[in-house]
């Protein structure tokens, strides 16, 4: 984890983060709540959100495979991943 956020940071500069962030624990682990926060983390990064708060733990283990889909879909309009912080 520790290798990921340092990753995660080399990207982006500190007057990059945005003073806004979007958590991802909340929710049952089921896809209705999946495609809900997919499309949460897709609308605010498209806002100008650049940090996300996750963890393999939230909504036993659903948070990350929803925000990676939200991921790959801001990468298909030029949003790339590097501009956004998880943490």
């Given at each position: 984890a520790e290798d990921n956020v340092s990753t995660s940071l080399a990207s982006l500069e500190i007057?990059?983060?945005s003073g806004w962030g979007?958590?991802?624990?909340l929710g049952a682990a089921d896809r209705e709540t999946d495609s809900l926060v997919e499309t949460a983390v897709f609308q605010a990064v498209r806002?100008?959100?650049?940090?996300?708060?996750?963890?393999?733990?939230y909504r036993?283990?659903?948070?990350?495979?929803?925000?990676?889909?939200?991921?790959?879909?801001?990468?298909k309009i030029?949003?790339?991943?590097?501009?956004?912080?998880l943490c």
């Open positions: 007057d990059q983060l979007l958590g991802t624990h806002g100008g959100v650049s940090m996300l708060d996750t963890a393999n733990i036993a283990g659903q948070a990350e495979v929803a925000i990676g889909r939200a991921l790959q879909r801001l990468e030029s949003i790339p991943r590097t501009q956004v912080f």
